[in-house]
């Protein structure tokens, strides 16, 4: 089975590359000036798997964390989205002797990940959620340190299966990075300090959002298989994403349990498709309302929404025995007493980049050989939450946490080739399956 994967992955391989020169585009004008892949003294050797946005963005960090970093091997199912990766690090890097990407180190297809990895001292895995677990065990397995992006995972069984390879990577010491970056914000860790030092006294209640516009729609292309089509839209299918409230809301999520110190108990919910309803728009809703219940009985309504011309927020609001507090991404952090008395005000300006600062502080302990860093049951933590609130809301039930990470709740099938059959197909007209509250039982 492995053989027949490499080979497919090679015919794709070869296929993309003949429409990327019909089209006037050469990958040889993406190689980059560097010496050669044999190793260089104190250097740390990346590996990017998954070239999108995220992919990009975190390659960049990872160059500008150190000068000994070196980029020696990128991976992604599509061949144009690696290449596109690869000009835009050119643009900025190229000259640098810091990118070691060829045709013979970028690799594309399923299996893809596994000659990257094996390569690489660090990996950056930034594909669709989907394929978090499959990714992060062998990099585990195979001794890499690691920056993986949120959400670990979309189904439970991902989480099961990002909870045993986190066993492995305590017990070998690797520094794993979740890309939570608030944790790594200046903002967000003064407040949080205050908050653990009774600032506000006990958490009582919060509100949590992430209400925006929503994001892009890729147009079905001619010849296109139900699942490139899929994994081209992966945002709006749950196998790949897990919905907006996992892939996006995560991160106010995470920052209700990490200011409480707990997971919630149980959830429930309500959402739907109101606006964005198209047959471009998957599976997933556009819209959830959680409330969360702690074990000390803090409540936390959570908020989501992607429909344009609403309002927008995206912050997290506390309130305490003592006061309350605001807090978002923008730097912005501001605690008031019962009363409405500043009690502390946030000055952000010269605050670092969190997405910079995470990859700072991970290459920083790798290169002096520390074992600093092992974000995992964080990820773990914030994703199952998320999981845990889209199973309220496309049920219309409570759900209670223990029932749920005992559910056996698989999306993710094995995958070997884009014409691998979907895990979800569009009926006669188009349209997919989607969620109903009241009938669905968990998803």
């Known amino acids: 089975m ?16 003949a429409k990327l020169t019909v089209g006037g585009f050469m990958l040889s004008r993406l190689t980059a000036k560097s010496k050669n892949r044999s190793s260089i003294e104190g250097e740390i050797k990346v590996a990017v798997v998954g070239c999108g946005g995220r992919g990009t963005g975190a390659a960049t960090q990872a160059l500008e964390a150190d000068k000994d970093v070196r980029i020696v091997a990128m991976a992604d199912v599509f061949l144009d989205q690696a290449s596109n990766c690869l000009e835009s690090l050119n643009e900025k890097y190229g000259e640098t002797g810091r990118l070691s990407v060829n045709r013979e180190t970028l690799f594309t297809g399923f299996d893809g990940y596994i000659d990257a990895i094996n390569l690489a001292d660090v990996v950056i895995l930034t594909t669709p959620p989907a394929f978090r677990p499959l990714h992060f065990e062998y990099a585990v397995k195979n001794n890499k340190h690691i920056f993986m992006e949120k959400p670990v995972a979309t189904d439970v069984a991902g989480i099961q299966r990002i909870i045993r390879a986190s066993k492995l990577a305590r017990e070998k010491k690797l520094n794993i990075v979740v890309g939570l970056q608030r944790h790594y914000q200046k903002s967000y860790r003064l407040i949080n300090k205050k908050i653990k030092r009774g600032k506000i006294g006990d958490i009582v209640s919060g509100q949590v959002y ?8 890729r147009p079905r292309k001619k010849n296109q298989t139900e699942l490139e089509y899929q994994m081209r839209n992966w945002y709006y299918f749950n196998w790949l994403c897990g919905d907006h409230i996992v892939e996006q ?6 920052v209700a349990n990490w200011f409480i110190g ?22 997933i809703f556009d819209h959830h309302f959680v409330e969360f219940t702690y074990p000390e009985g803090q409540i936390i309504a959570s908020q989501c929404r992607h429909q344009k011309g609403c309002m927008n927020k995206v912050e997290e609001v506390f309130q305490g025995t003592r006061g309350n507090v ?3 991404s923008e730097n912005f952090g501001v605690i008031k007493s019962m009363h409405g008395r500043v009690l502390y005000d946030h000055d952000g300006s010269n605050d670092i980049n969190p997405y910079q600062q ?10 002096l050989g520390e074992y ?3 974000d995992t049951q964080r990820g773990i933590d914030a994703t199952m939450t998320a999981i845990l609130g889209r199973m309220a809301s496309y049920s219309g039930q409570t759900i209670n946490l223990n029932d749920a990470l005992r559910f056996k709740h698989s999306l993710v099938p094995e995958l070997h080739s884009l014409n691998d059959t979907a895990p979800v197909n569009p009926d006669n007209k188009g349209n997919y399956p989607v969620p109903m509250p009241g009938v669905t039982k968990y998803r």
């Open 2 to 17: 492995k053989q027949k994967t490499k080979n497919l992955d090679r015919r794709s391989f070869i296929e993309q590359t």
């Open 210 to 217: 992430w209400n925006s516009g929503g994001v892009w729609t």
């Open 249 to 254: 809301h995560i991160h106010n999520i995470d």
């Open 262 to 283: 707990s997971v919630p108990l149980s959830a429930q919910g309500m959402g739907g498709r109101e606006i964005r309803k198209g047959k471009d728009h998957g599976q």
């Open 326 to 328: 605001v807090v978002n």
């Open 358 to 367: 995470e990859h700072n502080d991970l290459f920083a302990a790798i290169k």
């Open 372 to 374: 600093k860093f092992d």
